[in-house]
């Protein structure tokens, strides 16, 4: 597999699944424009090097300016964009905890979804002029499943897993209407994954214990594991698969 040259951009590249796409796809020899609203966080991921390929944009997905301004960047870095990896998403567990239930939704839709949405039109505007390209979105196992009720993660209102439901179905259909102008669109759905949205849960040991028993494989992903998928659907190895959602979730949604 190889990205070689190819031009990628990759939101919520501050950390987590988003930092290891970021780093997997400079391994693989794609120029990156590394995309958050983390600035902090993009100076921590620029000190990895990736020989000049590495570019870094402060922005926040929720804003059409600043999408529509991060693919114009990606485009004087190579002349086109190959690749946009949606990766920036927040839980309402990293909200403030003031914040109430309908406060929680709207932040949560607005990263998440919205992000996806806006991001997604900006590269569709280049990508389909162009003839190709591919777009790969992070989901969720909560994408297909709620939360199970052993974990105490959701009152039923909690937006997350609507939130990735809603880019699930994102991917289907702007993989279905997109396909006829050469632009593969895809989405992976971790299980539970070792990551700044999980942090401040897997300190409480029985809540830990709990989400690696719910993976067949016994325990919970890293970063890396779901950045190899990622960059498999972003390279043309992938050439005839679109509109799809892939689980990489330790067996989690074949129970």
């Not at 693919?71 to 909200?95: F, H, K, M, W, Y």
Request: proline share 5%.
């Amino acid at each position: 597999m190889t990205l070689t040259d190819s031009v990628a951009i990759i939101t919520g590249a501050a950390s987590g699944i988003g930092r290891a796409c970021a780093r997997r796809f400079l391994e693989e020899g794609a120029v990156v424009l590394a995309c958050d609203i983390d600035g902090a966080g993009l100076e921590k991921l620029s000190a990895v090097g990736g020989q000049g390929r590495l570019h870094t944009a402060v922005c926040d997905v929720t804003k059409r300016a600043d999408a529509e301004a991060s693919v114009e960047q990606a485009l004087s870095l190579g002349g086109r964009l190959d690749c946009l990896v949606n990766s920036a998403g927040i839980t309402p567990r990293t909200l403030p905890p003031e914040a109430d239930f309908e406060e929680r939704w709207d932040a949560v839709m607005a990263v998440n979804a919205k992000g996806v949405f806006l991001m997604s039109h900006a590269a569709l505007a280049v990508m389909r002029p162009a003839g190709r390209g591919s777009i790969v979105n992070l989901v969720s196992v909560m994408s297909m499943v709620g939360y199970p009720t052993s974990l105490p993660f959701s009152d039923g209102f909690t937006a997350y897993p609507h939130s990735k439901g809603a880019v699930a179905q994102m991917t289907r259909e702007m993989g279905v209407r997109f396909g006829v102008d050469g632009v593969r669109i895809n989405a992976v759905a971790p299980g539970f994954v070792y990551s700044p949205l999980t942090e401040n849960v897997v300190g409480d040991p029985e809540v830990h214990a709990e989400m690696r028993r719910l993976h067949p494989m016994g325990r919970m992903g890293e970063p890396e594991e779901i950045a190899a998928v990622v960059a498999f659907l972003a390279s043309d190895e992938a050439s005839f698969v679109t509109a799809s959602v892939w689980p990489v979730d330790g067996g989690y949604t074949a129970q």
